[in-house]
């Protein structure tokens, strides 16, 4: 069984200010990592992904989040934040082997302060 | 490229009514999903469909819950009788096939309110 916590359902930040949003997760087999970002009335999109090879990976815009297996994390994070960087933010993982369900974490909303 | 397509965004009904969300997904996904989302909750899989035929449906309460994807393109998920505690997000994904590695394309839901 696969589980992924998200531990702050809550992250207020200052603009151009640095941000993390942790992410933990449980799987008894090896998994892929997602980060999903929902923005106000849009759909989920995908943010940045984890398949293999480098632990480090980054989006367009400016989010990167590192893979780190002994810890079973894959924590988000932006040097410095934008005011439409405020949105939901979803954790998920899904295993590399069977059907690809997708397993959510609860969401951080991240609000970026003026 | 056009996205995933949902309709209706919003549907308010009366405990025990049923009701229906209808999905098209991105011409060419093989592979289709409907998820439920409770306020403060992330999503959770209710099915998967690849092409025509279920992969997943473990998580769908098929007592009331139903779902299908004719010539398995388009999907209807129906609700039928509703309850107090069906009120959620329905999302509907798609991808190209299945396999983890493969990203899924969320459509932008329905919003259901039951009384």
């Known amino acids: 069984a696969q589980s992924v916590t998200q531990l702050d359902s809550q992250v207020p930040v200052f603009e151009e200010a640095p941000v993390e949003l942790r992410c933990n997760y449980s799987s008894s087999v090896s998994v892929y990592l997602f980060w999903y970002v929902q923005y106000p009335n849009q759909g989920l999109q995908l943010l940045l992904k984890y398949l293999s090879g480098s632990t480090l990976v980054e989006s367009i815009n400016g989010f990167e989040a590192e893979f780190n297996k002994s810890q079973t994390s894959f924590h988000l994070r932006k040097p410095s934040v934008h005011i439409s960087d405020t949105a939901e933010y979803f954790c998920a993982v899904s295993e590399k082997t069977g059907a690809n369900n997708l397993f959510f974490g609860t969401g951080t909303r991240l609000t970026v302060i003026p | 490229e056009a996205g995933v397509a949902q309709s209706p965004r919003y549907k308010i009904i009366e405990k025990r009514q049923s009701v229906a969300f209808w999905c098209n997904p991105i011409s060419g996904h093989a592979t289709l999903y409907w998820y439920q989302q409770i306020l403060g909750q992330g999503p959770k899989l209710l099915i998967q469909f690849q092409n025509n035929g279920v992969v997943d449906d473990s998580q769908l309460p098929k007592d009331r819950f139903s779902a299908e994807r004719l010539k398995g393109v388009d999907s209807t998920l129906k609700i039928q009788p509703a309850k107090l505690e069906d009120s959620a997000v329905y999302l509907c994904?798609?991808?190209?096939?299945?396999?983890?590695?493969?990203?899924?394309?969320f459509g932008p839901g329905t919003r259901l309110t039951v009384l």
């Open positions: 994904a798609s991808s190209l096939s299945s396999g983890g590695y493969n990203e899924q394309f």
